[in-house]
Every structure is written in structure tokens, then in C-alpha cells.
């Protein structure tokens, strides 16, 4: 009984420090924005109408060291902050800012309300940012870096919307020139039968503040299926 007590105390200890190491590990912000037209291209008559035609907001994500995204809060597997605003509660707090959330970060898919798009938003990236306990200035701040004209994907990408395929590498020198770091990419690949990657969203990476300001680097300037193609091949839409 008493070996079994020391070890569960081992086992909780353990857990312990690779929670705190894992916490320790959040340097940066991702800001993620969408772009309606490549997400809804396959299944229009699912997305909310009009189809927005500007970039709207993902998120706004606490990012490990390594590029990942810190993972959900838990509080047990990962107590990265204590007593943060559950997502209800959170998303009681967004009054003042609605109109704004409606416009800038709704939820594109009709069959899911923004109310929860939110909420989940909360749950795996709010509560485990630097406003745990204050999710109206977590989104605010979301909302402001998104309204910023320094970061409009219409203006740093280069281009314009078109059927002409972009080389992914051209859009993240644009962005380069324009913005001064490197984003990144996420493609989808939404037409079956052809092997066309779009342009899906547009990562910015921030320095770690509060509220996050200075640009940096991304670490990986493609996700994994922009890169599942042959350098050659990587061109993206952008519709």
C-alpha cells in the first residue's frame, strides 16, 4: 500500500513538472485569419451567406516554442492557468463587443452558431493565454491585431483574389517585403480529383505580450499539407 501511495505521488509529481515545462514553453502567439471563399468552395450551401470577402479570424493562439499550439487547458494534464473563466462564463462577457465578433470572427459554418465557435476558441486557446480570468480583452485584442491594416492579407499577400495559382514561396516573400517577417501558409485541398492546393488561412506570429504587438517569425512557414506536395507543385489558390 505504501509503495503503491509513493508512486501514485511519483506519478502526480511528474505530471506536475511536465505541465509546468509544457507552460514554460509558450513563447509566442499565432493570429490566425481565414479566407471564406477557399473553406466554403466545395460545399457552399453549408456556409453562412453572404460568403465573406474579407480574411475573418480562426483565432488567436498561445504557441509552444517548437510551433504548436499549447494544448487545452486541463486540470489535471494541463494547469497552465489556475481558474480561468470557463467558456460559458466567457462568452457571457462579449456584450460589448458582439457586433464586432459577428462581423470580423463569425462562425462560417451555418449549422454551428458563432456563440459556440467562440466558446470553443476559449477552450482551447483563451484559457490558456495570458487572459485567463478577462476573456473581453483576450478577444479585443484578437479583434484589433485582425482590424490592423499592417496585417490585411488583401494587402501584405501580394495579390488579389483570382484563378490564377500563386507558388507558395512568392506569397511568403510578399509577406516578407510587406510585413517584415515570414507567416504561415495553411492550404486545404478542397476540389476531389485534382491534386490543387488553396489558400486556406494566414498565420502572423507575435512576440509574447500583453497585448501581443512586435511580429516575428513564424517557425514553420507551411503546415503539413501545403508541404505534402513537391516543392515544384506548390501553388495555391486563392479564388
Given at each position: 500500500?505504501?509503495?503503491?501511495?509513493?508512486s501514485?505521488?511519483?506519478?502526480?509529481?511528474?505530471?506536475?513538472l511536465a505541465?509546468?515545462a509544457q507552460?514554460?514553453d509558450f513563447?509566442?502567439?499565432?493570429l490566425?485569419?481565414i479566407?471564406?471563399?477557399s473553406v466554403?468552395?466545395?460545399a457552399?450551401?453549408?456556409c453562412i451567406?453572404?460568403?465573406?470577402?474579407?480574411?475573418?479570424?480562426h483565432?488567436?493562439?498561445p504557441?509552444?516554442?517548437n510551433?504548436?499550439?499549447v494544448?487545452?487547458?486541463?486540470?489535471i494534464?494541463?494547469?497552465?492557468?489556475p481558474?480561468?473563466?470557463?467558456?460559458?462564463?466567457?462568452?457571457?462577457?462579449l456584450?460589448?463587443?458582439?457586433?464586432?465578433?459577428?462581423t470580423?470572427?463569425?462562425n462560417l459554418?451555418?449549422s454551428?452558431s458563432?456563440?459556440?465557435?467562440?466558446?470553443?476558441e476559449?477552450?482551447?486557446?483563451?484559457?490558456?493565454?495570458?487572459?485567463?480570468?478577462?476573456p473581453?480583452?483576450?478577444?479585443?485584442?484578437?479583434?484589433?491585431?485582425?482590424?490592423?491594416?499592417k496585417?490585411?492579407p488583401?494587402k501584405?499577400?501580394g495579390?488579389?483574389?483570382?484563378?490564377t495559382?500563386?507558388?507558395?514561396?512568392?506569397l511568403?516573400?510578399?509577406v516578407?517585403k510587406n510585413v517584415?517577417?515570414?507567416p504561415q501558409?495553411?492550404?486545404?485541398?478542397?476540389?476531389?480529383?485534382?491534386?490543387?492546393?488553396?489558400?486556406?488561412?494566414?498565420?502572423?506570429?507575435?512576440?509574447r505580450?500583453?497585448?501581443p504587438?512586435?511580429p516575428?517569425?513564424c517557425?514553420?512557414?507551411?503546415d503539413?499539407?501545403?508541404?505534402s506536395?513537391?516543392?515544384?507543385?506548390r501553388t495555391?489558390?486563392?479564388p
Amino acid at each position: 500500500m505504501v509503495m503503491k501511495q509513493l508512486s501514485a505521488f511519483a506519478a502526480a509529481v511528474l505530471a506536475s513538472l511536465a505541465v509546468s515545462a509544457q507552460a514554460s514553453d509558450f513563447a509566442f502567439y499565432k493570429l490566425s485569419l481565414i479566407w471564406p471563399t477557399s473553406v466554403c468552395i466545395s460545399a457552399p450551401q453549408n456556409c453562412i451567406t453572404p460568403i465573406p470577402k474579407i480574411f475573418t479570424i480562426h483565432g488567436l493562439w498561445p504557441t509552444l516554442k517548437n510551433g504548436t499550439a499549447v494544448p487545452p487547458y486541463d486540470p489535471i494534464d494541463n494547469n497552465c492557468n489556475p481558474n480561468p473563466d470557463s467558456a460559458g462564463v466567457a462568452v457571457g462577457k462579449l456584450a460589448p463587443i458582439q457586433a464586432r465578433l459577428q462581423t470580423k470572427w463569425p462562425n462560417l459554418i451555418r449549422s454551428v452558431s458563432s456563440s459556440l465557435f467562440w466558446q470553443t476558441e476559449w477552450s482551447h486557446h483563451g484559457m490558456c493565454s495570458d487572459y485567463p480570468q478577462d476573456p473581453l480583452s483576450y478577444f479585443t485584442t484578437t479583434l484589433n491585431l485582425a482590424d490592423d491594416s499592417k496585417y490585411d492579407p488583401l494587402k501584405v499577400l501580394g495579390v488579389q483574389p483570382s484563378n490564377t495559382p500563386h507558388p507558395i514561396d512568392t506569397l511568403l516573400e510578399n509577406v516578407k517585403k510587406n510585413v517584415g517577417f515570414y507567416p504561415q501558409i495553411s492550404c486545404n485541398m478542397p476540389i476531389k480529383g485534382t491534386k490543387q492546393l488553396y489558400l486556406k488561412e494566414i498565420r502572423f506570429c507575435f512576440k509574447r505580450a500583453t497585448p501581443p504587438s512586435a511580429p516575428q517569425n513564424c517557425p514553420d512557414d507551411m503546415d503539413d499539407l501545403c508541404r505534402s506536395l513537391p516543392p515544384a507543385q506548390r501553388t495555391v489558390m486563392f479564388p
